[in-house]
């Protein structure tokens, strides 16, 4: 029979995989390849190809690199290391993870621990391990104050599921508050983004709680709310499966990825008001994208997807121009025609195709890590 501890290791690894999905499609897509990525530092993209704006902060295989003017650098070790965010003063917000636990850093933007946040390792190495817990998707609200997580309590022993907290950025969890109440045995609420006037999140849950027509089936739901432990309101419905969600640097925009309950994954826009989603709009249907993330000067957005078919994920460079609409150029009179007469109508713009740069080639970025950027 099974030891407890046995049992407990196996439970654990599978609700923190549930708990900390980003995208369900993920592991049923990618496959081993024969070749290891190399280290980003091993394969530095020329700068003069292309150099994103800012700095860019991703994850790849436990260690946490930086991307500036066209160069790598590695920011720590490979010691699971990972979701990287901003904080307002330039500082990095992160999760270190353990095999049965993880915790909140705050690191320089150099890698090095400015404060250790989290401490949710069980009393000690023996005890039971339903006693740890998880911290995972850490934000910072605009004015730096307030640290919003994904948060594994209340729980019950193995019962590992995520809800979303909110604590004071330079307290400790005891000072935290829950906000959200989770679904059981879904994985829970994550992957908070604190926007004007409330708190947009990722809720995952059974379509079929949603709609008699739903399948009895696991999907990604964006959820707003603007105060603790409120029923709170979807934004998008069971049948789109959306997660991830990012707001543009104006605030007008969302990014996400939906699914539509399929095994795809598609780059989807659609505008904000501060309380509602406007209609949808699809830019990329041929990839299978992850965390999409808007340049902090509004000049495209950057994503990861696979290089080649089923390959490790690559960084990528959508530039503004290709979901931006093209504005009608204005009319003008016709060259001495009479002033008051009738204006002809302009000519219609050309429509021009601008696609994604892959700016990585042989790298294996972490897709379940959300990017980080610093203008």
Known sequence: MI???????????????????TFIALGSRTSRVAVPPEKPTS???????????????MSQDGALYSLSVGRFHQLTPEAGWTQPSMTPDG???????APFYSDIYVLNRFGSVVRRVTNNSAPNKNSDPGLNHWAFYPRLSADGKTMWLAYDKPKFQYDVVLSIWAMPATGTIVQGRVWTNAADYT??????????????????????????NQPDRLVGMLWLTNRAFSVGRELTSPSEDCRNPAVSPDGTQVAMICTYQKQESYLTIASWNGSTLGPRKTIISNQLVAQPTWAPDGSGIAYLAPGAGAGPFQLWWLPRAAYAPIPSPAPTPTPGGPHNGPVPAPSPATAVV????????????DATSPLAWSG
């Open 3 to 21: 030891s407890r501890f046995a049992l407990a290791a196996v439970l654990a690894a599978v609700m923190v995989l549930s708990g900390t999905a």
């Open 43 to 57: 394969a530095t993209p020329r700068a003069q190809a292309l150099t994103l704006p800012g700095t860019l902060y």
């Open 91 to 97: 500082n990095i917000v992160a999760v270190k993870q």
């Open 187 to 212: 994985g829970g609420d994550v992957q908070p983004l604190p926007v004007k006037g409330g708190l947009m999140y990722t809720k995952y849950d059974f379509a079929s709680r949603y709609a008699a």
């Open 354 to 365: 601008v696609r994604p740069v892959q700016v990585t080639t042989n790298n294996g970025f």
